[in-house]
């Protein structure tokens, strides 16, 4: 090698130091926020599931409740009707929808996870 060039050549390699060594870091820095990124996306989008099938569990259940108390009403007597009507709170059949739906989503989702840990060993 040609001894007129080496003071180019180390100047032109202190002189690319430092951007190799900011896209080093710029590099780690966004695979460390695309890791975090991806993860809660991931927790964030299984709470929205969860919150999803709880609403829905939560609306079929009082539907149906609701169905049946009309076609109760239709073969009781109008004197049991009322006498229920003045017992039972107008919000009863959400309120108990609603528990009925967080019970059955706990067992469902304690069942996936035994599923899951069974498959998984």
């Known amino acids: ?11 032109v390699g202190a002189a690319l130091r430092l951007p190799a060594l900011a896209a080093f870091f710029a590099g780690l820095v966004s695979n460390i926020l695309a890791w975090f990124a991806k993860f809660f996306a991931r927790n964030t989008a299984m709470n929205l599931t969860v919150i999803t099938m709880l609403i ?19 073969v009781l007597p109008s004197y049991v009707s009322d006498a229920l009507g003045l017992l039972i709170p107008s919000n009863a059949i959400p309120c108990i ?15 996936q996870f035994f599923m899951i840990n069974k498959m998984g060993s």
């Open 1 to 11: 090698m040609p001894a007129f060039l080496l003071p180019i050549l180390s100047s």
């Open 56 to 74: 829905t569990l939560t609306t079929a259940t009082t539907g149906a409740i609701y169905a049946v108390a009309a076609g109760l009403s239709q």
């Open 97 to 111: 929808s609603a528990v009925l739906s967080a019970r059955l989503l706990r067992w469902v989702w304690s069942w």
